[in-house]
């Protein structure tokens, strides 16, 4: 399991890595809420963990924004606001889960868990990209059923078209804790999407990004 981690309390951002990874939960972490944005937009991560107040954008904007880009990714709001109204904006915007500071590492294991064992809010059966239809459901292309890897890797090229999804994330999100000794799996994946692209006649293309990662664009 990978997390994006977006606090701006380093000392607490610290003890709280340190415990997930005890967990065997790998943790992405950053202090600023523009850097969570951009971060929680490229996908791959099985859970998102925001602060609500942080510098540059907050964590309600971050969750606004992810949710009105269709990600269904599961999210944990944190705040030391414990008013009820701002559980309620929280949640009505899309978040799964709420915890108010002062919490226990371990109660908020305890929601990671929870929310990604949940199935995940569909908020589109189905991806358009160009020529292609994705469908959620089934992990099937124009009709084709993906294997397991080739969907973990194909759903945040559809998901972001014409973005790059670096090679890390696509990494750590089909191999997990598995990924250090995977260096070459994605570009492996990457060829058997390729091909069924090219079985299924599609005039789109995964490009690769050298040295950044791939992303999927319309043929020329």
Known sequence: MRILYVEDEERLASAVIYLLKKERIAVDWTADGEEGLEMALRGGYDCLVLDIMLPGISGVEILSSVRGRGLATPIIMLSALSEVE?????????????????????????????????????????????DLEYDLGNRSLNGVVLTGKEADLFEPLIRNPGKIQHKEQLLARAWGNEAASSDNYVEVYMSYLRKKLEQLNSKTAIKTVRNLGYKLVEAK
């Open 86 to 130: 701002d559980k309620v904006k929280a949640l009505e915007t899309g978040a799964d889960d709420y915890l108010a500071k002062p919490f226990k590492t371990t109660e908020l294991i305890a929601r990671i868990k929870a929310v990604t064992r949940r199935p995940p809010l569909q908020v589109d059966e189905v991806l358009k990209f160009g």
